[in-house]
């Protein structure tokens, strides 16, 4: 490993399941980490596209042995991890867990706004609103 540029591996934190990559491309996808951490297991949770330039992730494996697995493999590896090109810096999380704190609710597509125009303000009953959101309901069950 070259002694230019920051170390790959951090290892300051106790092992979790849950490992912090970062410099990881803009708007990396939940895929492309997938893809990354295959080798390893099967990831149950990810938190993705955090941090100021939206560069880190969180991944989350069910088991400690597969996160130390994959830390261990790109430690020692002279290949370093890499996503679309970019080497990513792996280290174990202060987390145990990943929590997504989203509610239902908060799923993209769950809020309609509806803009109609040329018509007055008392013309736009509750029965002509109903009519638009069953609407936008059929087309969605149409096209998806």
Not at 75 to 80: D, F, Q, T
Not at 126 to 136: E, M
Request: hydrophobic share 35%.
């Amino acid at each position: 490993m070259s002694t230019s540029g920051p170390p790959q591996f951090r290892y300051t934190q106790t092992p979790s399941k849950v490992l912090h990559l970062r410099n990881l491309p803009w708007e990396c996808s939940e895929e492309e980490l997938v893809e990354l951490c295959k080798p390893f297991g099967k990831i149950v949770n990810t938190k993705i596209n955090v941090g100021a330039n939206r560069n880190q992730a969180f991944v989350e494996f069910p088991d400690l042995n597969q996160a130390i697995q994959m830390v261990s493999y790109y430690a020692s590896s002279s290949e370093p991890a890499q996503v679309r090109g970019k080497t990513v810096y792996i280290q174990y999380s202060n987390r145990h867990e990943i929590v997504n704190n989203k509610s239902p609710g908060d799923n993209p597509g769950n809020v309609l706004l509806v803009t109609m125009e040329g018509v007055e303000a008392g013309d736009v009953s509750i029965d002509v609103i109903h009519l638009v959101s069953l609407l936008f309901q059929n087309l969605r069950t149409v096209f998806g």
